[in-house]
């Protein structure tokens, strides 16, 4: 079966612009989420989609927002990029039913200048 | 909400030495807890978990129990080579209404010398 896999690898990008970040679910996966993860930090949970809807928030301002689609693929948007959001971004897919079995892929690693 | 407190770093150790990370938890229930590993230049990878109390979760020779009396899931490895450089996390499910998130420890780094 194939992993988690995102892209790109990594992505520069200007303080205000706006970035999406890609994620390929493991196959059989229904449950995507998304974290951040700063640097020398542990990761932070951005939120998770389950059947197309978000399922689940963490304290990220509405500017990050997502999309999950029928593949069950998904998509991290942010807008208005800050310098703060330099951080690599991680996206981990599950099947909700057979509980937590995350699956975490290598990250896009996003730098704002 | 459930949290983790984890053992602050970095280790440093000599080659076949052993290895003890303590992690700590707060919990409501018994909920499953977990290690990732993060390579450098990596994303995470999980190294093992526990889904009940006293169980032990292993992997490539590290290991971990689940202690309820002492609210722990402290990592070993009774032998640790250089290819286990790497930041260590420990994890658990956020509990509450939060399906599907997991709150991280800060993260150990772990370096071995030949």
């Known amino acids: 079966e194939t992993g988690v896999t995102q892209s790109p690898t990594h992505l520069i990008k200007t303080r205000g612009q706006q970035v999406t970040l890609r994620c390929s679910s493991q196959?059989?996966?229904?449950?995507v989420s998304w974290y951040q993860q700063a640097l020398g930090q542990g990761p932070q949970f951005i939120f998770q989609?389950?059947?197309?809807?978000?399922?689940g928030r963490g304290n990220f301002p509405p500017r990050f927002s997502g999309l999950q689609f029928p593949n069950y693929s998904s998509e991290l948007n942010v807008n208005a990029l800050e310098l703060d959001d330099s951080a690599l971004y991680l996206c981990a897919s599950s099947f909700r039913d057979r509980g937590y079995g995350y699956t975490f892929g290598s990250g896009t690693r996003l730098t704002v200048v | 909400g459930n949290s983790v407190t984890q053992m602050e770093g970095p280790v440093t150790l000599s080659e076949e030495a052993f290895l003890t990370i303590n992690c700590t938890y707060t919990?409501?229930?018994?909920?499953?807890l977990f290690w990732y590993v993060q390579y450098p230049g990596e994303g995470l990878q999980l190294l093992l978990k526990?889904?009940?109390?006293?169980d032990k979760g292993s992997n490539k020779g590290f290991e971990a129990t689940y202690r309820k009396e002492t609210t722990s899931f402290h990592l070993e490895k009774g032998s640790v080579q250089v290819s286990d450089s790497a930041v260590y996390f420990c994890a658990l499910p956020a509990g509450g209404t939060s399906y599907g998130k997991l709150t991280f420890g800060q993260g150990t780094i772990l370096t071995v010398h030949p």
């Open positions: 196959s059989g996966h229904n449950t």
């Open positions: 919990a409501t229930g018994y909920p499953s």
């Open positions: 526990a889904t009940k109390a006293d």
């Open positions: 989609y389950y059947r197309e809807e978000e399922n």
